[in-house]
């Protein structure tokens, strides 16, 4: 089966500053994909940021870009030019190719954002 | 606007009584999924469904069962509340064409068992 680990709980980042959130799976099949969303204090969770295991080129969105290591199974996410808005809990999810659309999640990170 | 709805946001019910959580997507998504989520924690599959008349059990064991008679509506129902059931309960859908497409979350419904 596979598993998502988050080992950061909390987090925290100077405004402006850049910040790197961990995310580690486990896997045993080659093609699936790689998800990082955001949940707001009391709002909807919504996706930052999805990788291809195929692709090598890490993705980036804007301020956000992620470091993904097939091979070690790491997919952390940088977040640059931080700003208030981006306090929010954090979570790093896989989806297998072959179980349909299902997302198995990790423990998630909350991030902090000091001014 | 297309969205994902969930009713109500809020509730704090008796043990014992029987609730229906709703949710509804103006999407199109043939694909919709619950989460239950405690506070902090990650988040855990329920129940799926990949359309009309098919419904899947999750990852995470639950007590409560969910149908799928139309494709924008997906309730959720606990015949009889426990205290164990006070969660955060969070509906999902997305589109089947193409597995790849991201997963539109609703607001979710915090549930109190007293």
């Known amino acids: 089966a596979q598993t998502v680990t988050q080992s950061q709980p909390e987090m925290s980042v100077q405004e402006a500053e850049t910040v790197t959130l961990s995310c580690t799976y486990d896997?045993?099949?080659?093609?699936?994909?790689l998800f990082w969303y955001k949940q707001p204090p009391s709002r909807q969770m919504i996706l930052v940021i999805r990788?291809?295991?195929?692709?090598?080129q890490n993705a980036t969105e804007n301020r956000f870009s992620v470091n993904f290591q097939k091979a070690a199974k790491s997919f952390s996410l940088k977040i640059s030019d931080s700003q208030l808005g981006d306090a929010a809990m954090y979570f790093c999810?896989?989806?297998?190719?072959?179980?349909?659309?299902?997302?198995?999640f990790g423990q998630g990170t909350e991030l902090s954002v000091k001014p | 606007e297309a969205d994902i709805y969930q009713t109500p946001r809020y509730l704090v019910i008796g043990t014992g009584k029987k609730i229906t959580l709703e949710c509804s997507q103006t999407?199109?998504?043939?694909?919709m999924y619950w989460y239950q989520q405690d506070p902090g924690m990650e988040l855990h599959l329920i129940h799926y469904?990949?359309?009309?008349?098919?419904?899947e059990k999750g990852d995470l064991s639950s007590e409560s069962t969910v149908s799928r008679i139309r494709t924008e509506h997906f309730p959720l129902t606990l015949e009889s509340a426990r205290p164990s059931h006070t969660s955060q309960y969070l509906c999902?859908?997305?589109?089947?064409?193409?597995?790849?497409?991201?997963?539109?979350f609703g607001p979710g419904t915090r549930l109190t068992v007293l």
């Open positions: 999902a859908s997305s589109n089947e064409r193409g597995w790849y497409n991201e997963q539109f």
């Open positions: 469904s990949y359309g009309v008349n098919s419904t």
């Open positions: 896997t045993s099949e080659s093609d699936y994909y």
């Open positions: 999407m199109g998504h043939d694909k």
């Open positions: 999810a896989y989806r297998s190719r072959n179980q349909g659309g299902k997302l198995i």
């Open positions: 990788q291809e295991a195929y692709k090598q």
